[in-house]
């Protein structure tokens, strides 16, 4: 199996929807002379474990997210439909006065196996194979020093997110084993999730010639029958002309941070100067109540292993800014899921946005 293929184009229907996104997001006349705060930020993401040599568990995920310019208030955005302007206005936490707001779009899949794909059988002590897509709106209410996000999800599991199909087809395009298991996946089930986190950016130290540190701790929640729980961590930076945002993260719900906030990030130096070097390191502790892709269905008689209450993710990365870019890459080392699950994970992934 030619692992690195399989990488390369395991990542084409994300670039496809990218592509649908750009053409969605063409710039309103209003934006044609723009300051700082009249960008818009796309984010592409794209996590795989075939950077670390596996192919199982959490093994692919792709999301595309658009994220505003800075708002007033949440129905300042034409583009923004109607209907969602009262859900806005009735969200706790991300309505204070005085604050940017913005308004983040969102869509994407995750896709988990078990460790051997190469068995039809049903794998009763590995987890369930699962895909899952989704779309979601986020509502962010930020200052200089707090950011707070309220995302709704809003997808599928089961054979209609497609998962299969996808892997399937990749696999057949590169010539890699075809998995046999999937026949043993969960069953159809509409997924509403409601996601909540807090990120504070404090410690800013800089010194001479644009080096400096900061340090983003994070504290959030998640309730729905896709996941249920809390999680807790933190992420330092240290670097050469540091992003003037909320850092980089993984893909998960209230990952959107990548839009700069003013004048003052590198990404709106002079052309000869959109320069910058850094590097990263969290972690994300999470307390889990619930987790639909290794719980099972909720409604429905479906495959599950025995969840562990407490999980962690490492996280070691390093970004650049070019222009207008923000690239960054990073390797995830996560903790064992369930009980059964013979050892902790690792993967790579990609982030890519670009204001406009």
């Not at 293929?5 to 750009?22: R, W, Y």
């Not at 934006?31 to 670390?52: C, I, M, P, V, W």
């Not at 596996?54 to 692919?60: A, E, L, S």
């Not at 013979?342 to 890519?352: A, D, L, M, R, V």
């Amino acid at each position: 199996m030619n692992r690195r293929v399989l990488s390369v184009f395991s990542v084409l229907p994300g670039l496809l929807i990218a592509l649908v996104f750009c053409l969605a997001s063409v710039p309103h006349p209003a934006y044609a002379k723009k300051q700082s705060g009249e960008y818009r930020t796309f984010t592409l993401y794209f996590e795989n474990d075939l950077f670390e040599g596996t192919d199982r568990q959490y093994t692919n995920g792709v999301k595309l997210a658009w994220i505003s310019p800075d708002l007033s208030g949440y129905a300042d955005d034409p583009r923004i439909p109607k209907w969602s302007h009262s859900i806005a206005e009735r969200l706790p936490f991300v309505g204070r006065p005085d604050t940017i707001k913005t308004i983040s779009l969102s869509i994407g899949q995750n896709i988990y196996t078990p460790e051997n794909i190469r068995v039809a059988e049903l794998l009763a002590h590995d987890r369930p194979y699962a895909g899952i897509s989704y779309a979601g709106i986020g509502f962010s209410s930020k200052d200089n020093f707090r950011m707070d996000t309220v995302e709704i999800n809003l997808g599928i599991v089961g054979p209609n997110s497609y998962a299969e199909q996808i892997q399937k087809t990749v696999h057949e395009w590169v010539g890699s084993p075809r998995p046999l298991g999937w026949q043993n996946q969960l069953k159809n089930e509409p997924v509403l999730n409601l996601y909540y986190e807090r990120k504070w950016r404090f410690k800013q130290l800089f010194w001479g010639r644009g080096w400096g540190v900061d340090l983003i701790p994070h504290l959030g929640g998640a309730a729905g029958n896709a996941y249920t729980g809390i999680n807790l961590g933190s992420q330092v930076r240290f670097g050469w002309h540091l992003p003037n945002d909320f850092g980089t993260f993984v893909i998960r719900p209230g990952s959107d941070t990548n839009a700069p906030m003013d004048e003052n990030d590198p990404r709106f130096n002079e052309p000869f100067y959109r320069l910058g070097l850094h590097f990263f390191a969290g972690i994300d502790g999470r307390c889990v109540l619930r987790n639909i892709l290794l719980d099972g269905n909720t409604f429905r008689s479906s495959h599950s292993v025995d969840k562990k209450p407490l999980v962690a993710n490492f996280v070691l990365g390093a970004g650049i800014i070019l222009y207008r870019f923000k690239i960054s890459y990073a390797r995830v080392f996560q903790t064992e899921e369930f009980y059964t699950q013979k050892e902790e994970q690792s993967y790579g992934s990609i982030t890519i946005s670009f204001s406009y």
